[in-house]
């Protein structure tokens, strides 16, 4: 009946015997065994559902939510551009078309002889040297039409990645401008020693007082956190690290990873000190499976000195260790709540809450998800004391940022400041001229505009999870949040009604504004899908998903006003673009092919 | 004695761990579910229990009641947002209702006319969903899945099966069922599960006889959701 080979099935145990056969690992069984073929036939499903005793549906239930999991046929070489607004500001387009037109093939397509398939994908974190692609999971930056050529080039004479020029692969710091954080220069283990010798209520009376918040978005204080997630009952608990950072603009979490990943890993295993807890996990976002290699080695030398693993640093039941889970192409998955879910081998749908994390997160059990900055911040405070921390930054911003700058200006890259820089001096120093408006804190952060700019980045003004992009005054802020709005409704989980179905209707509003076919009803329509997905959405992805039209809508309104034709209403059904698969049957795109729906050329 | 909070104006009795909608309906006052069932844990997708509590919208279904709450539900405002959720479920499938056998028995038609939804206002997105009418006794509809995940819950967690699974994601998740070819008859499933009985659309429909009562006499033809599910709650 099968009509694909079957996978080895030898390969497959192999895979499954690596990960003990547990169905926590699910996710990361899948992502292994599609390194095979480079998809997931069907067989392949029903195999790894009957050998780890789960339903089959369950199986191709998360082999289908996964951007990076295909349970259809894809290329040999799977190419997928990244599609971030600052993508689009270098001509990813172009390069994507050029790519396409050299392949002869079209944008979501398999080629005939199964060699290459090419797309488009959500940010992928390299905007501060964009455009970007994806090659079978490996990041290339810094596309220009030349590199596309070799690609092309490359690709007909299907020469395996390994032999493609390693420069492509080289991906760039670019740090601009350090402060604690990125100056500190730490001997592994320095500040678990001095944590350890406060102890372990000590240590937690310091993280108080330096009043740390969270980076990834919420500013959730974090010896809060790690407090409440101690006085938790239930064993054992956990610490987990969210590098999903998925969120558009965002690449901070990337550089620490790359050149800071003891500072990382140190403050995992120093909130875990506090906590009490022996098991860690980080969740690395698929887009930076490069770094994988290079984690891996620096958690087997941390284990080798004695700083991960049985009795660290000596102390007597303090037992911690790390292991690196993939993501697979979810921007959800940085929620919270998902993230355990995915940790957990499921489709990435966030819970209800309460309960919150820190009472039943993993397996039920108490559990911290903190970012990559915020745990790499600890260490300062191990050895600084909180509140020598605490007394940098504002009031109720302690400390610095690090902030992703990206867009229009001279130097994109990685700054770190203390909290309470204003917008202005952040664009004087990345060399930004003629700014337009300035997205802070991502898809779902708050664009602001010129007359802003003299806010300040902290909690209390000008939040941030740190993406900074910048747009100059050639720029249609209209088509930024478009792209926004298309990343919403691309990454929505598909869990409730308002965000499944209000970010496919918001996109198609805003795709009717785009193609001239707005009315001043969308606008209204507009505005009441935007507070439905406020009000009634289950997580924070549908009620940030409107943040773009609503900032745009009120600071750029000529924006999205020029687009609208003179009438009240227009219909969403277009006529003409019905009719364009007669035009293409019949070969024909003369003016008498095409339905004038409105009156082109009123004022 | 007992806590208490403030529903539309109305103290409502609940006991430590109810959620708002169980203390209301056992008080006596309707607030609107699809997703909600009486024997499974709240699931909080279809958000259609959406009320204003203290001030922010939260789940009715999945939110514990809290001593002293003032609970906004029966408002103009929370109903106009309960007919956009309606109209939303409305145009994302493919709902026929005259041509319906579940037609009258559906909650989500039932909801249409009990929120005056009078048009489906937004645009339709005719999604491509091929009916499953391979097993002998049971035909799958899919056109009309509102994604409650009643019938995964109990096949999982009743019936001992796990028939039914979502997968895909946002705008395109779909129900599928365990068998490679992804067929029912391939399945174990069977039309005396619980899972046959339980969706409150059309999606699950029993084959033989169709329309043996006649729309017109069916269950919210005669009588609205609302008293219907509080008359429920009271047997
Ligand atoms: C849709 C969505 C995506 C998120 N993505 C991330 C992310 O990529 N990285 C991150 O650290 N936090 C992300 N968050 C926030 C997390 O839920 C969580 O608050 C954070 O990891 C807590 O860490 P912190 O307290 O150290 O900030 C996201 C939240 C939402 C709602
Ligand atoms: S808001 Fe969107 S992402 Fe969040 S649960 Fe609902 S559908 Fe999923
Ligand atoms: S088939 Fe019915 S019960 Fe199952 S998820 Fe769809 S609407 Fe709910
Ligand atoms: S009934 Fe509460 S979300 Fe569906
Ligand atoms: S009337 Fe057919 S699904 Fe409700």
Redesign the interface.
């Known amino acids: 009946m099968h009509t694909q080979p079957p996978t080895p099935c030898s390969a497959l145990d192999g895979i499954l015997q690596h990960h003990g056969h547990r169905p926590t690992e699910l996710l990361q069984i899948l992502i292994n065994a599609q390194q095979l073929e480079g998809w997931l036939p069907?067989?392949t499903?029903?195999y790894l559902a009957q050998a780890l005793r789960l339903?089959?549906?369950?199986v191709?239930?998360?082999?289908?939510?996964?951007?990076f999991l295909y349970t259809r046929p894809a290329g040999r070489f799977r190419v997928l551009f990244s599609d971030n607004i600052t993508d689009r500001m270098l001509g990813n387009a172009e390069l994507m078309d050029a790519l396409c037109r050299k392949l002869w093939i079209e944008p979501g397509k398999l080629s005939e002889d199964g060699l290459v398939s090419i797309d488009a994908t959500s940010c992928t974190g390299l905007c501060d040297q964009g455009p970007a692609m994806l090659v079978n999971g490996r990041a290339i930056g810094q596309l220009n039409h030349r590199r596309i050529n070799e690609i092309a080039e490359l690709i007909r004479q299907q020469r395996p990645l390994a032999q493609w020029p390693s420069e492509y692969f080289h991906i760039d710091d670019n740090i601009r401008r350090r402060d604690a954080l990125l100056n500190l220069d730490m001997k592994p283990g320095a500040a678990l020693a001095s944590a350890i010798a406060r102890g372990r209520a000590g240590w937690l009376a310091e993280m108080q007082a330096s009043n740390l918040r969270g980076r990834g978005g919420a500013g959730f204080a974090t010896a809060v956190k790690w407090s409440s997630a101690r006085n938790a009952p239930g064993e054992p608990k956990v610490i987990v690290c969210n590098a999903d950072e998925g969120e558009p603009g965002t690449f901070k979490d990337r550089v620490l990873l790359n050149t800071y990943a003891d500072l990382v890993f140190e403050g995992m295993t120093l909130a875990a000190w506090a906590v009490g807890a022996s098991e860690g996990f980080l969740y690395l976002r698929g887009e930076y499976s490069h770094l994988l290699p290079q984690l891996e080695a620096v958690l087997a030398r941390r284990r080798a000195e004695g700083l991960l693993g049985m009795r660290i640093l000596h102390e007597q039941g303090f037992d911690f260790d790390i292991r690196i889970h993939l993501g697979a192409g979810?921007y959800v998955c940085g929620e919270e709540s998902a993230l355990i879910e995915s940790l957990e081998g499921k489709?990435g749908t966030p819970r209800?809450r309460?309960p919150f994390p820190v009472t039943c997160g993993y397996l039920g059990r108490p559990t911290v998800v903190n970012n990559v900055e915020t745990l790499a911040k600890t260490c300062l405070i191990a050895l600084q004391g909180g509140e020598a921390f605490a007394a940098t930054g504002t009031a109720q911003s302690a400390g610095t940022k690090l902030l992703s700058i990206s867009g229009d200006c001279a130097a994109p890259g990685i700054y770190e400041y203390p909290f309470g820089v204003s917008i202005a001096r952040v664009l004087e120093d990345c060399g930004a001229s003629d700014t337009q408006a300035v997205q802070v804190g991502g898809a779902s952060g708050i664009c602001l505009a010129g007359y802003e700019f003299q806010r300040r980045i902290a909690y209390e003004d000008v939040p941030t999870a740190g993406a900074f992009m910048i747009f100059d005054g050639t720029r249609d802020l209209f088509e930024v949040a478009r792209s926004f709005v298309h990343f919403f409704?691309?990454?929505?989980?598909?869990?409730?009604?308002?965000c499944?179905?209000?970010?496919?209707?918001l996109k198609?509003f805003m795709d009717k504004l785009a193609d001239g076919h707005g009315a001043q009803a969308d606008l209204a329509?507009i505005d009441?899908l935007d507070r439905?997905l406020k009000?009634?959405?289950?997580c924070g992805l549908g009620s940030a998903a409107p943040n773009p039209v609503i900032d745009t809508l009120q600071k750029f309104r000529p924006a999205y006003e020029r687009r609208l034709v003179s009438l009240d209403f227009e219909p969403?059904?277009d006529l003409d673009a019905a009719l364009a698969e007669a035009r293409q049957l019949t070969a024909r795109d003369d003016p008498g092919a095409h339905l004038q729906t409105h009156e082109e050329g009123t004022p | 004695m007992s806590k208490q909070f403030l529903l539309d104006g109305q103290p409502v009795p609940f006991e430590d761990g109810q959620s708002i909608l169980e203390a209301a309906r056992k008080a006596g006052h309707y607030i609107p579910s699809l997703c909600w069932h009486k024997d499974f844990p709240a699931h909080g997708s279809c958000k259609l229990c959406i009320v204003k509590a203290a001030g922010r919208h939260v789940s009715a279904c999945a939110t514990p009641a809290k001593e002293g709450w003032e609970v906004e539900s029966n408002t103009p405002e929370m109903n106009g947002e309960r007919r956009g959720l309606l109209q939303m479920l409305f145009v994302e499938g493919n709902h026929f209702c005259p041509s319906c056998e579940k037609s009258g028995n559906c909650e989500l038609q039932a909801l249409g006319y009990e929120y005056e939804m009078l048009t489906s206002r937004f645009r339709h997105f005719y999604p491509d969903r091929p009916v499953d009418a391979s097993h002998p006794d049971v035909l799958l509809d899919f056109n009309r899945c509102i994604f409650c995940e009643l019938c995964v819950r109990a096949s999982r967690d009743v019936d001992g099966k796990s028939v039914f699974a979502l997968t895909g994601r946002g705008i395109n998740k779909h129900l599928v069922v365990n068998a490679e070819s992804g067929r029912l008859a391939d399945t174990d499933f069977s039309k005396d599960d619980l899972a046959a009985h339980i969706c409150p659309v059309g999606v699950i429909l029993h084959k033989g006889p169709g329309f043996a009562v006649p729309i017109g006499e069916r269950t919210y033809d005669t009588a609205s959701i609302r008293s219907q599910k509080l008359k429920e709650e009271e047997s």
């Open positions: 069907a067989p499903l029903t339903p089959r549906a369950r191709e239930g998360v082999a289908g939510f996964y951007s979810a489709r209800i309460p409704a691309h990454e929505s989980c598909g869990f409730c009604t308002p499944r179905v209000g970010t496919a209707l198609g329509d009441w439905l009000n009634a959405s289950h969403a059904f």
